[in-house]
C-alpha cells in the first residue's frame, strides 16, 4: 500500500529534476552538426549581377556567410552594424537571401547599404537548410579551407562580434 503513495512522489521528482535542468539550457545555444565540416555545396545566383555564389568562393580565406530576409527583424536590426563592420574590415562578407522577394531585397540594400561581396539568392530555402538554418539571421564563420568553424544564431550586435565571432576570425586567420 505504501507503494501506492510513493510512485507519484517518485514520479514528480523525476519530472521535477528534468525540468530544472532544462531551465540551465541555452535555447540560442543550437550546436550545428556542420561545425568542423565543409561547407555544403551550393551554387546560387546573386541578387545584384549575372555572377554566382558557391561554396568554392568561401574559400582560400576566412569569410562570412550571413543569412537574412527582408522580412526579418532581428536582421532589419543587426543590418547597420554589418554595413559599418564590411566598411572596417577586410573579412569577405557574403549574404545568403532567405525565402525573400528579390525586388525588396534589392531595394532593402540600395537603401540601407550593402555590406556583401555577393548576395546568395535561394528563394526556396533548400540551401539554408543544407546548412542546418533555424531562421534568420544566423551567421557562418568558413576557415580558409571552406570549413565551417562557428556559427552564430541570432542578430550581430557589438557585443557578438567582441566576445563571439571576432576572437574566432582572429584565431583563423592567424593560422598558417
Known amino acids: 500500500m505504501k507503494i501506492r ?5 517518485l514520479l514528480f521528482m523525476l519530472i521535477a529534476s528534468i525540468l530544472w535542468r532544462g531551465l540551465k539550457l541555452h535555447p540560442g545555444q543550437i550546436p550545428s552538426p556542420l561545425i568542423h565540416k565543409h561547407a ?8 545584384l549581377t549575372s555572377a554566382h555564389l558557391t561554396n568554392k568562393d568561401l574559400q582560400g580565406h576566412v569569410s562570412l556567410l550571413n543569412v537574412w530576409a527582408t522580412w526579418c527583424q532581428a536582421c532589419a536590426q543587426e543590418h547597420d552594424f554589418l554595413v559599418e563592420l564590411a566598411k572596417n574590415n577586410a573579412l569577405p562578407w557574403y549574404g545568403l537571401n532567405y525565402k525573400d522577394d528579390a ?3 534589392k531595394n532593402w540594400l540600395r537603401d540601407h547599404g550593402n555590406p556583401y561581396q555577393l548576395v546568395a539568392v ?3 530555402g533548400d540551401v539554408a537548410i543544407d546548412w542546418g538554418v533555424y531562421g ?8 580558409k579551407h571552406g570549413i ?3 556559427k552564430q ?3 550581430i550586435t557589438a557585443a557578438v562580434w567582441e566576445q563571439e565571432l571576432k576572437p574566432v576570425i582572429d584565431r ?4 598558417a
Do not use: C, K, M, S
Not at 5 to 9: E, Q, S
Open 148 to 150: 565551417v568553424r562557428y
Open 153 to 155: 544564431i541570432g542578430p
Open 136 to 143: 534568420a539571421p544566423e551567421t557562418f564563420v568558413i576557415d
Open 172 to 175: 583563423l586567420q592567424g593560422e
Open 122 to 124: 535561394d528563394h526556396t
Open 40 to 47: 555544403p555545396t551550393f551554387d546560387l545566383p546573386d541578387l
Open 103 to 105: 525586388i525588396a531585397a
Open 5 to 9: 503513495y510513493l510512485l507519484p512522489l
